[in-house]
């Protein structure tokens, strides 16, 4: 089993959300490569990064975050270096924002509402770029995908 912590961002800032309700937003810290740091001095290898303001907006906002936590990580191993790897997710809905996303840095990305709402582009990602790159985030409320 791999433990893959979470860090959701608004406004380039750490948040919680409750029940995905932005008006519940709490702050918990202002430094999200701070946060990250801190996950991968404690050996963590991977990480969820949400775009929420990319997931209320319908396209990929905070990659300038995604890039930070991307270029300025790494996790020391036998003999080798290799970045945190980041699993990105919230706002892509185009070939243009995965694109933005490969390139400030994710290793994989999440696809949630995306697959539900335009399945064809979903699948066409899963082609293009591999099940390895690109994955599908269902949330359950009740026994309900």
């Given at each position: 089993m791999r433990i893959i912590p979470a860090i959701d961002i608004i406004e380039g800032k750490c948040v919680r959300l409750s029940k995905g309700d932005y008006d519940t937003k709490i702050i918990y810290n202002e430094n999200p490569l701070e946060v990250a740091k801190?996950?991968?001095?404690?050996?963590i290898e991977y990480l969820h990064l949400v775009d929420l303001d990319g997931a209320k907006s319908s396209q990929i906002v905070n990659y300038k975050i995604l890039e930070q936590i991307a270029t300025k990580t790494k996790l020391k191993q036998i003999a080798t270096q290799t970045k945190l790897k980041i699993d990105f997710g919230g706002g892509l809905k185009s070939d243009a924002d995965l694109?933005?996303?490969?390139?400030?840095?994710a290793s994989q990305i999440t696809g949630g509402s995306i697959a539900v709402k335009n399945r064809a582009i979903f699948e066409k990602w899963i082609?293009?770029?591999?099940s390895d790159k690109i994955i599908l985030g269902a949330d359950a409320n009740n026994e309900k995908v």
């Open positions: 801190s996950f991968e001095a404690h050996g694109k933005i996303a490969f390139e400030s840095g082609s293009e770029y591999g």
